[in-house]
């Protein structure tokens, strides 16, 4: 088939990419037939899935504002994906002007189409690497470019932990970027649980992604937790997706426990 321009002539089109599947959820356009197939065969066996998407991605804008009221200026979103409408950058400028972001990603699509739309944006770089080497990351030339790492970072780890299998030691590798951020940084995470979730549909979710190059691994609240250790997490703590700080009117219309996702946002530990 021909590939659209913003597509890398070395993209593999026989396996799903959960990038590409994340834009298909939302609505996108870029994503291929092999991505839209695994997507909508997840949404026929879990028919909540794009509510539980949407609501990940309206914790993640509400996350923003937050943090940009706080005081924040600098954002590093690790595992951005696909720029769709509402991106931090755009988020954070609602209130700040001069807002600076950072998305890394490991897909070369999600890398090429993101430089392509943030081209010409000044306070933008998309830099192409893997979050489970903070080391890499955190010194990575264009991210220097653009952060001043002795000053406050808002970390950003949005629907991406829950791709880090436990053998590659997700708590580590926060405790890795936690433990480079100066003080007064934040962090902002969300992720998938099977907490509360008919157990054969969440097994069924996870085999269908295991399909794709990063497999899922569902994590308990208490696991969750566990990763999270070394930042002070703000009220309401570790929460399901729709009750983090709910905007007007964002809360009673569904069961919290049918979003089979947890969100907080904290502060790095002082005595971190």
């Known amino acids: 088939m021909d590939l659209p321009e913003w597509a890398p002539p070395d993209v593999d089109l026989t396996r799903p990419n959960v990038a590409r599947m994340y834009d298909?959820?939302?609505?996108?356009?870029?994503?291929?037939?092999?991505?839209?197939?695994?997507?909508?065969?997840?949404?026929?066996?879990?028919?909540?899935?794009?509510?539980?998407?949407?609501?990940?991605?309206?914790?993640?804008?509400?996350?923003?504002?937050?943090?940009?009221?706080?005081?924040?200026r600098q954002f590093l979103d690790l595992g951005s994906g696909i720029p769709t409408?509402?991106?931090?950058?755009?988020?954070?400028?609602?209130?700040?002007?001069?807002?600076?972001?950072?998305?890394?990603?490991?897909?070369?699509?999600?890398?090429?189409?993101?430089r392509a739309i943030l081209g010409g944006d000044p306070y933008t770089r998309v830099i192409e690497a893997d979050l489970r080497h903070p080391d890499l990351v955190l010194s990575h030339r264009l991210l220097h470019d653009l952060l001043d790492l002795d000053q406050p970072v808002a970390l950003l780890m949005v629907a991406v932990l829950h791709f880090v299998a436990d053998h590659d030691d997700p708590a580590g590798i926060i405790a890795g970027y936690r433990d480079a951020l100066p003080p007064g940084s934040y962090l902002a995470v969300s992720h998938a649980t099977a907490d509360g979730q008919q157990q054969d549909q969440a097994a069924e979710h996870r085999q269908l992604y295991a399909r794709t190059t990063t497999p899922m691994t569902m994590r308990s609240h208490a696991q969750i937790s566990?990763?999270?250790?070394?930042?002070?997490?703000?009220?309401?703590g570790l929460v399901r997706l729709p009750l983090w700080r709910p905007d007007p009117g964002e809360t009673g219309m569904q069961d919290p426990e049918s979003f089979a996702g947890f969100a907080a946002v904290g502060r790095k530990a002082a005595t971190t």
């Open 24 to 72: 298909y959820y939302l609505g996108g356009s870029h994503n291929f037939a092999v991505d839209r197939r695994t997507a909508q065969q997840a949404i026929d066996d879990w028919p909540a899935v794009p509510m539980i998407i949407r609501a990940n991605r309206a914790f993640m804008s509400r996350a923003v504002r937050h943090l940009t009221e706080a005081g924040v």
């Open 85 to 114: 409408v509402g991106n931090v950058h755009e988020v954070a400028r609602t209130l700040v002007t001069d807002a600076r972001v950072v998305y890394v990603d490991h897909d070369p699509v999600a890398v090429r189409q993101s």
């Open 226 to 236: 566990h990763l999270l250790d070394g930042w002070d997490l703000f009220d309401p």
